[in-house]
């Protein structure tokens, strides 16, 4: 199995900045991938950025050019820094990592909220 764990998040005044967090760890070889989504209460998760173990990066159009997300592949987590908040950013923030072993598998961390004040 692999265990996600985030950290940051939090309350922020809108134009203002944070950096959420990620590690895997357990049976972590083979990741391919790993990214952030949220989910706003009333509305469906999302995604908000991946990467790639190779480097690649996709971001939302919402965040393009606000957010920043890397990978340290030696120590198996992802950072999001996120500059230039607006209320619409507000959800609570989750941590997915992608396994490519016999098929991908997907999993989870238990999520970091993130509210930003207007």
């Known amino acids: 199995q692999v265990q996600v764990v985030e950290s940051g998040g939090g309350l922020v005044q809108a134009g203002g900045s944070l950096g959420l967090s990620c590690t895997a760890s357990?049976?972590?070889?083979?990741?391919?991938?790993m990214g952030w989504y949220r989910q706003a209460p009333g509305k469906r998760r999302e995604l908000v950025a991946t990467?790639?173990?190779?480097?690649?990066?996709n971001y939302a159009d919402s965040v393009k050019d606000r957010f920043t997300i890397s990978m340290d592949n030696a120590k198996n987590t992802v950072s999001l820094l996120m500059n230039s908040l607006k209320p619409e950013d507000t959800a609570v923030y989750y941590c997915?990592?992608?396994?490519?072993?016999?098929?991908?598998?997907?999993?989870w961390g238990q999520g970091t909220q993130v509210t930003v004040s207007s």
């Open positions: 990467v790639t173990s190779g480097g690649s990066t």
């Open positions: 997915n990592v992608q396994r490519q072993y016999y098929g991908t598998t997907n999993y």
């Open positions: 357990g049976r972590i070889f083979s990741i391919s991938a």
